[in-house]
């Protein structure tokens, strides 16, 4: 059921959602199975698709049972077996354990999350490189600490967001691929060993799985968590230049600045003439709500101990999943509000000429220079902006 305490959550489908973790549980007992039986470890026989084994009722049933075993893989597993072939039953997770099955299938559902949230990065990136090609040279009044600072264009303004988005994307490609996790029990892939009889043939199996998951091959990661903090550090990146955005316009689209208007607000239920800027509000509620989840995942990441962590491993799922579920919402409404947001080039202009003070910097720079003031005033701003056009037209084209 979609979040009703998260409005826009059904933007997010079933990424990283309790299905697909599930799906993504199963896909990995499917996965290492089939490489049993490819290296010929174990028989032909015990070869079998175990999707076809679970109901749709299930899931509810793995919940709970979760609770027992302070994980949802073993109880999984078991209702896996009563239900498969003899072979197949004997030879289902044979090898991992259930930390490799769950952070596998982390991985999955997060690279599912990580590709849709590139694509959203990507989208801005050409509607904002639009802006700023459009609205190059329209004058817009800069603030600092909330005043009137300095001339400025809404080219330079729209340049400073796309900046912040290219920067996004950029912190994204550095997260290490998701990769699989098959070290067994200890992180010694004890069991594996044992089963194929050599060391050699049980990284051959966990490269197999890697492979046939289409994921990167890794070795043991079970008690260092950076694959997850750092993914989490990336969506945090992206929502807080997704707020940054937000507040901009909330500020612009105040009614008496009135340099921004989002292109369908929203209204309200008991004032008919509002037309609130909705999907600022809610970005800016992500921008807010979304760093504390990834400390969540640090504090969980510092608190690992020995070989599994009594706790802290268990405490990165749920954030992990809302924080990742929020940003590709996040992502679809920044890209939604950047198509159609309206920019009044007229109100903008009028605004920098209300503006009092503001030459008084260039005053000063032009009598220590020892030269009259002259121009608008605007510095480096064309070169300015044209570096950011360029950036963004080399990530476009690496990116096509």
């Known amino acids: ?21 599930l799906d993504a549980l199963i896909a990995v007992e499917n996965a290492w199975l089939a490489v049993l039986v490819e290296h010929h470890v174990a028989p032909d026989s015990a070869a079998a698709e175990l999707g076809p084994l679970l109901r749709d009722a299930d899931r509810d049933a793995v919940a709970a049972d979760a609770e027992r075993d302070g994980n949802p893989v073993t109880g999984l597993v078991a209702m896996l077996r009563s239900r498969a072939g003899h072979d197949t039953a004997r030879w289902l997770h044979r090898g991992l354990t259930s930390q490799d099955v769950v952070d596998t299938a982390l991985m999955l559902c997060l690279r599912d999350v990580l590709t849709d949230v590139h694509t959203q990065l990507s989208a801005q990136v050409r509607v904002l490189a639009t802006m700023v090609r459009t609205h190059r040279t329209a004058p817009m009044l800069t603030r600092t600490l909330t005043q009137p600072a300095l001339p400025g264009s809404a080219g330079m303004k729209f340049a400073g967001w796309l900046g912040a988005i290219l920067d996004s994307a950029d912190t994204l490609a550095c997260v290490p691929a998701p990769a699989v996790q098959a070290g067994g029990a200890a992180g010694t892939m004890a069991a594996a060993t044992e089963l194929t009889g050599s060391a050699d043939r049980a990284l051959a199996l966990a490269d197999a799985l890697a492979a046939k998951l289409a994921l990167a091959t890794a070795l043991p990661w079970h008690t260092s968590r950076s694959r997850l903090t750092r993914a989490g550090d990336a969506l945090v990146t992206a929502c807080d230049c997704w707020g940054h955005i937000a507040n901009d316009i909330a500020v612009g689209g105040r009614r008496e600045i009135g340099e921004f208007a989002e292109g369908s607000g929203g209204g309200s239920s008991t004032m008919p003439h509002k037309n609130n800027p909705v999907l600022t509000v809610l970005l800016r509620r992500t921008a807010l709500t979304a760093p504390p989840l990834a400390a969540t995942l640090h504090a969980a990441s510092a608190a690992s101990v020995d070989e599994r962590a009594d706790g802290g491993w268990h405490a990165e799922w749920a954030p992990l999943r809302t924080l990742a579920r929020h940003a590709v919402v996040a992502a679809r409404h920044a890209t939604d509000l950047l198509t159609d947001l309206r920019f009044d080039a007229a109100r903008a202009e009028a605004n920098l000429i209300a503006a009092q003070g503001i030459t008084a910097e260039q005053q000063t720079m032009a009598a220590t220079a020892g030269h009259a003031p002259g121009g608008a005033y605007l510095g480096a701003t064309a070169p300015l902006v044209e570096a950011t056009l360029d950036r963004a037209a080399n990530f476009l084209k690496e990116n096509s």
Do not use: C, I, K, N
Request: aromatic share 14%; glycine share 20%; no cysteine.
């Open 1 to 21: 059921m979609t979040d009703l305490f998260w409005p826009g959550d059904h933007r997010a489908g079933a990424l990283m959602s309790g299905g697909a973790f």
